[in-house]
């Protein structure tokens, strides 16, 4: 879930997780893509912060895309504090 | 400002030199044939020695043949290497801390050993060394680094001694340190490794040990002996240690026979930890740290910066209010609820129960079953000390059992903060909090009850 100023993150099965990301912290962000995840159109982004790295895996290939300009754009917007 | 190229002082080859000779493969290649190889000639048994210090010697004088640098308007430039050249210009307003230490080789001709460190972590060792620069040099880096950040201000000379260790809690900080049990714990592996090459036969003919009284005492001379050992260190170590705060700039210089001093300014510190252990505390004292982002200034882990090594519980709220004033310590951390208690207790039987499971099934031995109860008090233990606390910007952590950790943090100062909640935890409102600061150090206390952590997920909603 993306919001104007943080990410949220769910994830986790026996272990669910939430994690907050405020978006000014968001230093990059990488699309990455394995042969396998190239063939069926999928691809994973990290969110990188100057201290954690964060995944969301195995998203479509074009949303992951759209996402990936959509939360840089943001950070852009938002680039008040170093 | 001279924008001459220049060299390190020639000191500086027999430095690389040391290193060269310490660093570690080569070094056990080299012994292990001279060892092994006894053809009974001199010259054939320590030839390989001999090449070893040679090319040491050698490598040391190219890395200081082809160390240069040169200062300029805004940046310094250095290039260095033997085979692969590395050429870097560091703007001085990217430079983020500067450490200088004096040790003996230094000292014979007094010069300075420079640490500077930029913020760069991903691209390659953020660190610059310059093993070997004159006194006046290192000052002009300071300045040049100083006028670069304060936008070419007036330099304020005004230096406030924060912070000064007495002999007394030098005496007492060496006493009570850890640090013993490392030095034991070095020399028991030393033991036990080169246990082969020890003649154990042939000691026994001169001293006579077949009883176990004698090992005994052998073993307890040796603890002392390593416990002693560790106190002089720390007390070189620790012996002159100041704090003195200059505007935005914190300095820390200590040390008796390798001086050393410490700077960073005050925006790089990310968090402060107060670190209590148990004999310490008994006494009042606690000791502080800072972590900071980027490389490690205090050759201790990365980030991590001993800020006070030693100071009294009822002094350390105000020193921290007058370096720190964005910072509130204080003690009332929010404990944890009954409901987590059974958790910590079990989750720390667990651990140890293997130990007696194994000896009762295959030894049919019970007495490891006393384990449990060290067990049992280690868990109730962590439970009593965990906890956490927001107070308006400021998020306060707290855990562990022997020595505990209190990490305050700043609000703007946190990467990221995750919740998490595991299905036994769920069953009874429990989460675990994680918050991560810059250098990617995490702090997380677990079994925060459900309403807590949420207090501590919308306090940082709102950025």
């Known amino acids: 879930m993306i919001r104007d100023r943080e990410i949220e993150l769910e994830h986790g099965v026996w272990i669910r997780k939430r994690t907050l990301i405020p978006l000014h912290r968001v230093q990059h962000v990488d699309a990455k893509q394995g042969p396998l995840a190239r063939k069926y159109k999928l691809a994973s982004l990290y969110i990188y912060t100057a201290a954690t790295a964060h995944e969301i895996p195995f998203l479509d290939e074009r949303e992951a895309e759209k996402l990936r300009h959509y939360i840089s754009s943001l950070v852009k917007e938002d680039d008040h504090d170093a | 400002m001279t924008h001459e190229t220049k060299r390190l002082h020639p000191i500086a080859i027999v430095i690389y030199t040391v290193k060269r000779l310490r660093q570690g493969p080569f070094l056990v290649l ?14 054939i048994d320590w030839l390989p020695l001999f090449l070893f210090l040679l090319y040491a010697l050698f490598a040391g004088y190219m890395s200081w043949r082809r160390f240069t640098y040169r200062f300029e308007e805004n940046e310094m430039y250095i290039e260095q290497g033997i085979f692969v050249k590395k050429k870097r210009y560091i703007p001085f307003e990217r430079i983020q801390g500067i450490s200088q230490s004096f040790g003996l080789l230094q000292r014979l001709v007094g010069v300075v050993q420079v640490h500077i460190e930029t913020a760069g972590r991903q691209i390659d060792d953020p660190e610059v060394v310059l093993p070997a620069i004159s006194i006046e040099e290192a000052d002009q880096i300071k300045r040049a680094i100083r006028n670069q950040n304060e936008g070419n201000m007036l330099i304020q000379n005004e230096m406030d001694v924060v912070f000064t260790l007495r002999f007394r809690d030098v005496l007492f900080l060496a006493v009570t340190s850890g640090g013993a049990f490392g030095v034991i714990a070095a020399i028991g592996a030393f033991f036990s490794d080169f246990n082969d090459f020890i003649p154990f036969e042939r000691l026994k003919t001169f001293l006579p040990i077949d009883d176990m009284t004698s090992t ?11 416990y002693i050992l560790s106190i002089v260190g720390h007390l070189l170590r620790y012996m002159n240690f100041t704090v003195v705060k200059q505007k935005n700039t914190l300095m820390i210089t200590t040390g008796l026979l390798q001086k050393k001093s410490i700077s960073t300014s005050i925006e790089r510190v990310q968090a402060i930890v107060v670190k209590e252990s148990p004999i310490r505390y ?3 004292y606690v000791s502080v740290h800072l972590v900071h982002a980027g490389g ?3 050759d201790g882990k990365q980030g991590s910066l001993l800020l006070f090594p030693i100071v009294r519980t009822s002094e350390v709220t105000s020193l921290i209010a007058t370096c720190f004033p964005e910072y509130r310590l204080h003690g009332s951390l929010r404990s944890l609820c009954t409901c987590a208690r059974w958790r910590y207790m079990l989750r720390s039987l667990y651990t140890v129960m293997l130990i007696p499971i194994i000896t009762i099934v295959f030894f049919q031995r019970f007495e490891t079953l006393l384990l449990l109860v060290p067990a049992v008090y280690v868990g109730y ?5 965990a906890g956490v606390a927001i107070k308006s910007e400021q998020l306060a952590l707290r855990r562990g059992w022997l020595t505990t950790k209190t990490v305050y943090m700043l609000k703007h100062r946190i990467q990221s903060l995750t919740i998490s909640q595991s299905r036994m935890q769920q069953r009874l409102g429990l989460c675990t909090v994680h918050a991560t600061v810059m250098p990617g150090i995490r702090t997380k206390v677990v079994d925060v009850d459900e309403s807590t952590a949420k207090t501590i997920y919308e306090w940082f909603l709102g950025n």
């Open chain 2, 216 to 226: 005994i005492v052998l073993l307890f001379t040796m603890l002392i002996v390593a």
């Open chain 2, 381 to 385: 233990r962590s439970y009593k000390r």
């Open chain 2, 282 to 284: 008994l006494f009042g």
């Open chain 2, 30 to 43: 080299a012994l292990l044939i001279a060892i092994k190889k006894k053809t009974g000639d001199p010259f």
């Open chain 2, 296 to 298: 490690s200034l205090d």
